[in-house]
């Protein structure tokens, strides 16, 4: 026991806050967009402060009702808090803290920081949001929250309990803002993690039953699917994408492929059968991609994966050596059929080279997954049909369509005035809440777009044809029978989004 009163082995409970899907989809399709990859940062997050020897539970409202969530941590009694928090999931996060200090412990204070008598677990926030607003939570959370994680969290949370646990100020603490004595006190940026290698791997075992955590339906192969991210960060300068270096300078920070195969092993040790690899640009080392598709096809490890690649930094031979190292799929970050929009958003690619690589792609026999986004700066209604056109043209197996979101932190938020209007209610912050009005078009024409897109490209009969050959299981079917059920209410023209065309 600390001269404190914390426990030198603390009890830590990290929080992903209650949500359903129904948050953010339409009840009628909910069920063919939901998508639960693992929460792969928290878990990073808790393998540090496990292997710092602290006890560490993970509650997921992804899974638990908001009432299961504070009686379960309530029963864990939990002296330290992390609550991980998107943009649209801000209020549910401040909600959580504030429901959480409600709480009544099981047991005597132990520690001086709250009310005589009272045990006052020590709060903190982190993750996109946090990252981006810092202070503004604090602001904004009042008493509930005394701490906002700024950047990575693996280091800070571990010299954060460590400080905790010695009674000593958190003044000092790299990449944290903290309330002390009334007082906000904003400590400079930690420097982003360059040795990625050092980390634990994140501790999945905490997340119980893997079965719950899967990827949208038709965008996996096997079960269960672990995420894995081999390198951290993006070079690239897209207008809408949230990077914790909001500079890109730091670049991408690689792990050593040899580093990466042992977590591979890892997780097909604790059973997994296929992953989905986060990295934002998987290909962005070009030799070191295919190193790691070569070892894996060495070891014959036994596991289907999926990856994202950035259109001009991939080839045939490449995506030929993913495909036969157990690759089944691709994500290209399309974004628009129209040239000038894709160089709005600096996304850096050309229309001939997403040409190109959705059709190597097929050639090698990969499945192509390809999101789009409305809304752009600049675009029209009329540019944005000519997207539309573009994705039936690509013809890949699986096309998204997202409304762009001007998320904290990115150039766009920060540059809005520029380029067009934001809503307030942070809920909207969502690839479906259209956030963002560019004064080119009206939240109805980026809704509208939205739904001409699903329908025209998932109502062809040549695709639904398609789908229905390669039906090979089961769950192919129930996928196949959501995907028709949404497509129908598409028609129906009825519920399909959450605000009216
Ligand atoms: C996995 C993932 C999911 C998973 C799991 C999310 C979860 N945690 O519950 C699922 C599929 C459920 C999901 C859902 C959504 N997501 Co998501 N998701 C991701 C993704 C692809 C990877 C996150 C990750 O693990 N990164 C790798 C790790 C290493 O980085 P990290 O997460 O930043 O973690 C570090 C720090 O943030 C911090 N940290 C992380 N967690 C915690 C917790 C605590 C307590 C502390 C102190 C610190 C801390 O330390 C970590 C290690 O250094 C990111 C994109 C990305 N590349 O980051 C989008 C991303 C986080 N998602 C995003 C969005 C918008 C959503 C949705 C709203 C999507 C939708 N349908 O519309 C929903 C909202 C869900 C919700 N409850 O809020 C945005 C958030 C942007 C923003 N500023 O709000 C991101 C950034 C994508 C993007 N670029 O736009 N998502």
Redesign the pocket.
């Given at each position: 026991m600390s001269a404190n009163g914390y426990r030198l082995k603390m009890r830590c409970a990290?929080?992903?806050?209650a949500?359903v899907p129904e948050d953010?989809?339409s009840s009628k399709t909910a069920a063919s967009q939901i998508?639960?990859?693992?929460?792969?940062?928290?878990l990073?997050?808790a393998a540090a402060l496990r292997e710092a020897g602290h006890e560490v539970k993970f509650f997921?409202?992804?899974f638990i009702t908001h009432e299961g969530l504070l009686r379960d941590i309530q029963e864990f009694n939990p002296e330290f808090i992390?609550?991980?928090?998107?943009?649209?999931?801000w209020e549910?996060a401040k909600k959580t803290a504030a429901d959480l200090r409600k709480i009544t412990p099981l047991h005597p204070p132990l520690n001086k920081g709250g009310i005589e008598g009272v045990f006052r677990p020590f709060i903190?926030?982190?993750?996109?949001?946090?990252?981006?607003a810092q202070e503004k939570c604090l602001e904004d959370a009042g008493q509930w929250i005394d701490a906002v994680?700024t950047?990575?969290?693996?280091v800070?949370?571990v010299e954060m309990t460590e400080r905790l646990q010695a009674g000593k100020s958190l003044s000092g603490v790299m990449g944290l803002v903290c309330r002390e004595n009334g007082k906000v006190i904003k400590n400079p940026p930690r420097p982003l993690?360059t040795d990625l290698d050092s980390l634990p791997f994140p501790a999945r075992d905490l997340l119980g039953d893997a079965n719950l955590y899967i990827p949208p339906p038709a965008t996996y192969r096997r079960k269960p699917v672990a995420?894995l991210?081999t390198s951290?960060g993006c070079n690239r300068q897209c207008i809408?994408?949230?990077?914790?270096d909001k500079t890109r300078e730091s670049g991408i920070r690689y792990r050593s492929v040899e580093n990466v195969i042992k977590e591979i092993e890892h997780c097909l040790g604790q059973g997994y059968r296929e992953i989905k690899f986060?990295d934002?640009t998987f290909a962005a080392d070009y030799n070191r991609a295919m190193r790691i598709a070569e070892e894996i096809k060495k070891r014959k490890l036994d596991f289907t994966w999926f990856a994202s690649a950035c259109v001009n930094q991939v080839d045939k031979p490449l995506l030929k050596a993913f495909k036969d190292a157990g690759c089944w799929a691709i994500l290209f970050g399309a974004e628009s059929g129209v040239q000038k929009n894709l160089n709005t958003i600096r996304k850096g690619i050309t229309l001939e080279q997403i040409r190109k690589a959705v059709k190597w792609a097929k050639e090698v026999g990969l499945k192509v997954s390809t999101p789009f986004i409305f809304g752009i700066p600049g675009e029209t209604f009329e540019e944005g049909l000519e997207t539309i056109r573009f994705a039936i043209e690509l013809n890949p197996n699986m096309a998204n369509f997202h409304a762009i979101?001007p998320?904290?932190?990115t150039y766009l938020y920060d540059n809005l005035e520029r380029y067009g209007t934001m809503s307030e209610d942070l809920t909207d912050?969502?690839?479906?809440?259209a956030a963002f009005i560019p004064y080119t078009m009206t939240k109805e024409d980026i809704l509208k777009l939205r739904q001409i897109a699903f329908k025209r490209f998932y109502s062809r009969p040549s695709f639904i044809l398609k789908r229905l050959l390669e039906l090979r299981s089961f769950n192919d079917l129930t996928v196949a029978f959501r995907s028709m059920r949404s497509l129908f209410w598409l028609w129906a023209k009825e519920g399909i989004f959450r605000h009216k065309v």
């Amino acid at each position: 026991m600390s001269a404190n009163g914390y426990r030198l082995k603390m009890r830590c409970a990290l929080v992903i806050p209650a949500w359903v899907p129904e948050d953010i989809f339409s009840s009628k399709t909910a069920a063919s967009q939901i998508n639960y990859w693992q929460p792969l940062g928290t878990l990073y997050v808790a393998a540090a402060l496990r292997e710092a020897g602290h006890e560490v539970k993970f509650f997921n409202g992804a899974f638990i009702t908001h009432e299961g969530l504070l009686r379960d941590i309530q029963e864990f009694n939990p002296e330290f808090i992390g609550i991980y928090s998107t943009t649209f999931g801000w209020e549910k996060a401040k909600k959580t803290a504030a429901d959480l200090r409600k709480i009544t412990p099981l047991h005597p204070p132990l520690n001086k920081g709250g009310i005589e008598g009272v045990f006052r677990p020590f709060i903190c926030a982190g993750g996109p949001y946090p990252i981006a607003a810092q202070e503004k939570c604090l602001e904004d959370a009042g008493q509930w929250i005394d701490a906002v994680v700024t950047g990575e969290g693996e280091v800070t949370v571990v010299e954060m309990t460590e400080r905790l646990q010695a009674g000593k100020s958190l003044s000092g603490v790299m990449g944290l803002v903290c309330r002390e004595n009334g007082k906000v006190i904003k400590n400079p940026p930690r420097p982003l993690i360059t040795d990625l290698d050092s980390l634990p791997f994140p501790a999945r075992d905490l997340l119980g039953d893997a079965n719950l955590y899967i990827p949208p339906p038709a965008t996996y192969r096997r079960k269960p699917v672990a995420v894995l991210i081999t390198s951290r960060g993006c070079n690239r300068q897209c207008i809408f994408c949230f990077q914790m270096d909001k500079t890109r300078e730091s670049g991408i920070r690689y792990r050593s492929v040899e580093n990466v195969i042992k977590e591979i092993e890892h997780c097909l040790g604790q059973g997994y059968r296929e992953i989905k690899f986060l990295d934002d640009t998987f290909a962005a080392d070009y030799n070191r991609a295919m190193r790691i598709a070569e070892e894996i096809k060495k070891r014959k490890l036994d596991f289907t994966w999926f990856a994202s690649a950035c259109v001009n930094q991939v080839d045939k031979p490449l995506l030929k050596a993913f495909k036969d190292a157990g690759c089944w799929a691709i994500l290209f970050g399309a974004e628009s059929g129209v040239q000038k929009n894709l160089n709005t958003i600096r996304k850096g690619i050309t229309l001939e080279q997403i040409r190109k690589a959705v059709k190597w792609a097929k050639e090698v026999g990969l499945k192509v997954s390809t999101p789009f986004i409305f809304g752009i700066p600049g675009e029209t209604f009329e540019e944005g049909l000519e997207t539309i056109r573009f994705a039936i043209e690509l013809n890949p197996n699986m096309a998204n369509f997202h409304a762009i979101t001007p998320f904290p932190g990115t150039y766009l938020y920060d540059n809005l005035e520029r380029y067009g209007t934001m809503s307030e209610d942070l809920t909207d912050f969502t690839y479906q809440g259209a956030a963002f009005i560019p004064y080119t078009m009206t939240k109805e024409d980026i809704l509208k777009l939205r739904q001409i897109a699903f329908k025209r490209f998932y109502s062809r009969p040549s695709f639904i044809l398609k789908r229905l050959l390669e039906l090979r299981s089961f769950n192919d079917l129930t996928v196949a029978f959501r995907s028709m059920r949404s497509l129908f209410w598409l028609w129906a023209k009825e519920g399909i989004f959450r605000h009216k065309v």
